[in-house]
Structures are given as structure tokens and as C-alpha cells.
């Protein structure tokens, strides 16, 4: 990933940026991060960049000329038109999703706004994304720009090591994360849960999960209502197993996989929620899966089709599902799901549409 931070402070840019894991990851030529300096390209012999308001008030506004110059400066030499994005308190509040949505592109723009503000025609011409990073003021975007580059190098490939992997993380399921212990295991009277020293890995994470949804419903309730249980559904002998699993994995780290070549499973009578996100991986479908009793409550869900699946077929699907009360928001190719690269696309596609809701 490639960052250009168009500032009227460069070194409060770089100084940050070769610090810590982003120091390593620009070593390691993973990601870079290159500040062009505002001012260089100020009409104006005093190298001034701003002026007064028209209409009068307090303070000073960044002229648009230099601004439009230093993007033009950057964007010429960029491989497709960037997204250029400003930070600005007036934004969209930045998350996890918009996060690994930067994270895709290969170059990124930052703006960084000082004084009351920038000329508004700029913003119009150039501006493609308007991004806060919360609900306060800073004396300038800069703070902002390193927040956003900070999150989304996470995500770009080789920036974090295996052991702090982005992979396995707390906001995945729009959950808290669950809480941490080690040695030793008295600590102040205070002993470690009982269930971490049993070895049981299943009942570890199931402990896990119960903390998480405690703490949030505790601490965060509003994220609550945008968590969603993934529960993954395969049926048939081809890839859909496989793929389930890899899918499941990159959307929740609680969510459950479930064999519907299993009779058992196809004679239970299920019963969805609200918040359960239905997956269905589908090499094929038949009378006997249509017959499974699914009672929905506007469940929202994905297909995952084959492509040999007839449309006639798939109509029986879409028909039995819709009657169940289940809400199918997207459907896929399940041989378009392979390699790292898709499965990432496919499961910010799906968060995308479920947190459309
Ligand atoms: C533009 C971003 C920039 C307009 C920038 C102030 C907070 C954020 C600025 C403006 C900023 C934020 C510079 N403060 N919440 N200050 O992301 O009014």
C-alpha cells in the first residue's frame, strides 16, 4: 500500500510513520509513506496557503489552488485516478468495514485540513471520500490520517506477523473482546478462570464467546444489534465443505459450520433469529433439502451456488426460503471462492450487506 499525505506538517507524518510496526512494515517495503508538503505549491511568493473567509468570521481557510496542485501532483503518477480522502470531523465515522475496504486499493490519498477548514470548490473537485475518525475536534486532519493508515496496514499483506495476525480479532463478530490472563495464576488474590488451565479447547472458546457477548452487552450495547451469528450451511459432495469452512472463517471467529448431508440436520426444525447470518454452500439442490423445515424471522442469508446448479433450481431454493421468512440478501458463485483474495472480497461484500440492514 501506498500512502500520500498531503499536509502542512510532513515531519508530525513521517515521525510516526517510521515508528513501530509501521517503521517495519515501510522497511520492509510492505507499505510507504510518502508526505507531500501543502505548501510547496502556494501561488504566492510568501508561500502562503490560506486566506480570509469570504463572508467574514474568525480564522483562516486553505486556499484551493495549492490544495488542488499538491493532489494533482500525486494522482498524475498513480496507476488509476486514487480515492483521495478527507479528514475532517464532518466525515463518516470511521470502522473496521471502511477499514478493509481501503485496505483494497493499492494507493491512498490523505488530506489533512488545518485553520477552519479548506476552500469548499476543492473538496467538490477532488475530494472522492469524507472520513472522521470520531466525534471530536483536532487542531488538524494529521492525527486523523495516522488513525486510518495505522488501521488499515493491518490488513495489507506481511505488515503483521503470524503472531499478530489480524485474522482472529475482536470487532470481526462486532463483539468485545473476551478477557486475556497470564502467569501468574494467582495474581493480588485474584486466581485465573478455572476453565483456561482445563485444556478443553472447545469449552475454551466456548467461555470465550460468553465473555465477549457479557462484555458487550455490557459496555457496548449498541454494537449488539449489528453482531450477527454466522451460521454456515453445505450440502452436497463437491467443494462446498471446504469452502463453508474458509468463508466462515474469515467473517466470524464464532461461527458454526453445519453438514447438511447429515440427516439428522435436515430432519431437525431449525429456527433462525434476526441476528443469525445465514451462509448456504450449495453444490447441488434437491426436494430433499427443500423439505427442511427453517423457520426464519427476516433472517438474513447468502447463497453460495455452484454454477452447475439449473436456474430452475435455484428458484426452488430462492421460493422455499422466502417462504421460511429468510432474506436473501446476495448470491455467489462457489467456484469463484477460491484463494485468499476472493474469500477477503466475498466476506466484506456480505458485512457490507448485512450492515445495509
Ligand atoms: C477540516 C478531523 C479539518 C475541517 C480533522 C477541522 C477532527 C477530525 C479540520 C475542520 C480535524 C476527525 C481539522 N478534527 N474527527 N481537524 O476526524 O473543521
Known sequence: MKYHVLTLFPDMIRQA????????????????????????????????????????????????????????????????????????????????????????????????????????????????????????????????????????SRFVPGVLSNEESSQFESLQDNLLEYPHYTRPEVWHDRCVPEVLLSGDHKKIEAWRREKSLERTEERRPDLLKKSYQVRSLYYGQGDSAECAEALTRVLSRYGELMDFNRKKLRKTRWSFGKNDLLLFFMDDIDEEFCQVFMNGRKTPACLILSREISSEKKALLTDMLDKQKIRVLDCMDLEELQGEEALKRAGIQIRQKVLEL
Not at 57 to 77: D, H, T, W
Not at 108 to 132: A, F, K
Open 17 to 152: 510513520a517510521e515508528t513501530s510496526i509501521l517503521g517495519r512494515a515501510a522497511k520492509n517495503g510492505f507499505i510507504s509513506v510518502e508526505t507531500v508538503n501543502i505548501r510547496d505549491f502556494s501561488a504566492n511568493k510568501h508561500n502562503r496557503v490560506d486566506d480570509y473567509p469570504y463572508g467574514g468570521g474568525a480564522g483562516m481557510v486553505m486556499e484551493a489552488e495549492p490544495v488542488y496542485r499538491a493532489i494533482e501532483s500525486v494522482a498524475q503518477n498513480c496507476s488509476k485516478r486514487p480515492r483521495v480522502i478527507y479528514l475532517t470531523p464532518q466525515g463518516r465515522v470511521l470502522n473496521q468495514t471502511m477499514v478493509e475496504e481501503f485496505a483494497m486499493e493499492e494507493e491512498l490519498v490523505l488530506l489533512c485540513g488545518h485553520y477552519e477548514g479548506i476552500d469548499e470548490r476543492v473538496l467538490e473537485e477532488s475530494v472522492t471520500d469524507y472520513v472522521s475518525i470520531g466525534d471530536y475536534v483536532l487542531t488538524g486532519g494529521e492525527l486523523g490520517a495516522m488513525v486510518l493508515i495505522d488501521a488499515v
